[in-house]
């Protein structure tokens, strides 16, 4: 399994009121640029075009994401309206290994989050 796929089990012990056909191992993929560009677009609402102002619904933005990338155990049949019914404990440990692939890596966050080089001050 390589860093762009994460299998995760899900148990009576990890989601333990969840229905017989939630439990089992599901599979998260890394998703492309256009899955995750049209995930973005399908939870936002443009709110003022000319301003470039949208809306995302984060759990529309969730739901597209597991549906993205997201294969569920054999038998569980993938749909939106699957997903928002999901037991809460399934979503939470399939979402996080959704964060998990698609998120950045530890060397990414360190760059991103490194002082910059100059220490001139910009006001506002």
Aim: one cysteine or more; charged letters at 30%; glycine letters at 6%.
């Amino acid at each position: 399994m390589s860093s762009r796929e994460l299998e995760v089990e899900i148990t009576k012990e990890t989601a333990p009121y969840a229905p017989e056909e939630e439990i089992g191992v599901y599979k998260a993929t890394r998703w492309t640029f256009r899955d995750k560009q049209e995930a973005v677009m399908g939870a936002s609402e443009v709110l003022d075009a000319d301003k470039g102002l949208i809306e995302m619904n984060v759990i529309d933005f969730q739901v597209l994401q597991i549906l993205a990338c997201v294969v569920p155990p054999v038998g569980l049949e993938w749909t939106k309206e699957r997903i928002d019914k999901l037991d809460p404990d399934v979503g939470d440990i399939v979402l996080d290994a959704c964060r998990k692939v698609n998120g950045t890596t530890l060397s990414e966050r360190k760059t991103f989050l490194e002082p910059s080089a100059s220490t001139e001050n910009i006001t506002g």
